[in-house]
């Protein structure tokens, strides 16, 4: 079964307090029963070709990084078009690599979500990710330059970097503005951002500050 639902207008027939036609918002909702093409016959040339699925070739370089991570948050595949970290659930959720132009930003995307995953309480416990003051905060504003940070320093590792620096350079960029260009804060981003990079790779378990 295939559900459709939406909201339709339908004018009342009556006007509102501005003399306009009053409309009701009514849900709106279809099924259909369908069927797989393996259990029907069907003329021949009725059913197109399905288009091929792009293969993917993983960086092994990039992968040897996110095995490596102790600890590693669950990594799940949603196939939507958003990647973030779930800090309640401590999983990391990501597009299909296919939906990437290069392997390369793919990878940068993870190392992102990752090093939002090392401020986690059972990791670095990083008072940015751990005290989370909504979108536009202070704290989630730091947290993003670290986690950027984090993630240009690891496709530095895998040499990926120059797929990927101008987005990661325009990305930090924006970040700096909303916290008012205070260049104090890049050198104290960057070195929590070194601290998620080097737990990632498993170097060392550094303390937060």
Not at 27 to 34: D, G, S
Not at 102 to 127: I, M, N, P
Not at 179 to 190: G, I, N
Request: charged residues 20%; glycine residues 6%.
């Amino acid at each position: 079964m295939v559900v459709f639902w939406n909201w339709i207008d339908k004018e009342t027939g009556k006007t509102d307090n501005q003399g306009k036609p009053a409309v009701d918002r009514i849900p709106f909702l279809r099924y259909y029963n369908v069927f797989n093409t393996q259990q029907c016959d069907l003329p021949d040339g009725v059913v197109p070709a399905l288009p091929d699925v792009p293969t993917v070739e993983p960086i092994a370089a990039c992968e040897a990084i996110v095995q490596a991570m102790p600890n590693r948050p669950a990594i799940s595949h949603n196939g939507g078009n958003r990647a973030y970290y779930r800090q309640g659930t401590d999983s990391v959720h990501m597009p299909n690599q296919t939906r990437f132009e290069h392997q390369e930003e793919y990878y940068s995307t993870l190392f992102h979500e990752l090093t939002h995953a090392t401020g986690h309480s059972s990791r670095l416990d990083r008072k940015t990710l751990t005290d989370y003051d909504g979108f536009g905060g202070d704290n989630y504003s730091r947290e993003e330059l670290v986690a950027e940070m984090g993630a240009a320093f690891l496709c530095g590792v895998a040499g990926t970097e120059t797929q990927t620096l101008d987005n990661s350079g325009a990305y930090i960029a924006s970040w700096l503005r909303a916290l008012k260009e205070d260049k104090r804060l890049v050198v104290t981003a960057a070195a929590q951002a070194q601290k998620a990079a080097d737990y990632i790779q498993a170097k060392e378990n550094p303390v937060s500050h």
